[in-house]
């Protein structure tokens, strides 16, 4: 995500921090450089143009020119810039009564799924959500939805199977015994899409956001499309004024061009991401965090709140234990593993560290992650605990039953010898330890 678009920034801005004095020239050549690499992230070029217009405004400030670290302040008006571009007026969701979400979009943006992970977010935040399957075109669609719903253990009303009338569909939902609970908190309306915006879609849109009068209505788009979600979600809001946009395979995008676009263009703030296909991959949107990351900055924050979110508090404990006491073995190691698989893609996870987003050699191969888990699970309990038993004949037994060769096992030994002796002297990697056990309480 944004790869290509924060390679190039971190390298124009590297570059500008490397003068000691900072002129109008300096500025003008990296700022043509930015606007370009903008361009090339399929940015909107009215959106590039004005983008750059206010960062040289600000950056030819009297006290930007005069300061001991100029580069460094360019770079601060930039990412102060950016957050604002990406969604300076960004508002949570009203979930206020009657708590009516209507969600938007073309087929294949990813409408049913996204309605599924916003109910499961919102459950995991306490709240009582209901789906509600409004989409009569693409029968598949209600039985995704009701098979989703299950899932997350969320319940869904779906409409009768010769039901034709998306407002009847809507309606019939508000009148079942479901809606009937006083515990229900938030609907989320399923709506149906087309390969492309026409009247048709639109004017049932229409009708039905009349009758729900929902405090959101929220746009799924592509990412990934580019200029064409962008062109999108123009019509859809010109027609419907929607209240904030789902953006959707992030994960996919390496350019970014259309987050980067999209608030600006519509004027109508980024809410959710998608950032992969588990209905856990799926989070607001925080400008200012995604700013850090484009710009190599990392997002701690995040990370921190991602760990807090998968990592129990026992198993954080026992690690810290371990930690302590230099025990660590393949047990832990593996356990620690799959804590990590828990939290998402491990690209994703390296690049919410500092610096780590333009890593040469960053991409993890999945396939050597999980030859690593087998030789692992290849080992019997006795040498998972006792690493240093772990001799020839042993090592070509693993690597039989494992499917990998004697070198790959030897090199996953001591690559793991290597973070035993590194971590009897882990202070700070204790006390976060410590620290992540103690924010689950």
Known sequence: MFSQLGDKL???????????????????AALRQVRLAFLEADVDFQVAKEFIARVKEKALGEAVLRS????????????????????????????????RILIIGLNGSGKTTSA???????????????LVACDLQRPAAIEQLATLGKEIDVPVHTPDLNEKNVQRAAAAALESPAFAEPTV?????????????????????????????????????????GQQAVSVATH?????????????????????????????????????????????????????????????????????????????????????RKLRSASFDFNDFLAQFKMLRKMGPLENVLGMLPGMSNVQGLSIDEKQLKR????????????????????ARRRQRIARGSGS?????????????????????????????????????
């Open 10 to 28: 971190q390298e124009i801005f590297k570059d500008l921090r490397g003068h000691g004095t900072i002129s109008e020239v300096n500025i003008d």
């Open 68 to 99: 001991i670290t100029p580069g460094q302040q360019i770079v601060k008006i930039f990412y102060d810039e950016l957050s604002i571009l990406l969604g300076g007026d960004a508002a949570p969701l009203d979930l206020g009564k009657p708590g």
């Open 116 to 130: 599924a992970k916003l109910a499961r977010l919102l459950k995991k935040q306490g709240r009582a959500p209901v």
């Open 185 to 225: 908190g938030q609907a989320i309306f399923d709506t149906a899409g087309r390969q492309e915006i026409d009247a048709a879609l639109i004017e049932e849109l229409k009708q039905l956001k009349d009758f729900l009068q929902p405090q959101e209505t929220l746009l799924v788009v592509d990412a990934a499309t």
């Open 236 to 320: 859809f809001n010109g027609a419907l004024q929607i209240t904030g946009i789902i953006l959707t395979k992030l994960d996919g995008d390496a350019r970014g061009g259309a987050a980067l676009s999209m608030r600006e263009v519509t004027q109508r703030p980024i809410k959710f991401v998608g950032t992969g296909e588990k209905l856990d991959q799926f989070e607001p949107f925080v400008p200012e965090r995604l700013a850090g990351r484009i710009l190599g900055m990392g997002d701690v924050v995040g990370l921190v709140e991602k760990a807090a979110e998968t990592i129990e508090i026992e198993d954080a404990e026992r690690l810290e």
């Open 372 to 391: 690593t888990e087998a030789i692992v699970l290849s080992m019997t309990s006795e040498e998972r605990t006792r690493p240093q038993i772990l001799n």
């Open 405 to 441: 060769t004697v070198t790959e096992v030897n090199d996953l030994v001591r690559r793991f010898d290597q973070m035993r002796k590194m971590m009897k002297n882990a202070g700070k990697m204790k006390k976060m330890m410590a620290q992540m056990a103690r924010m689950r309480k």
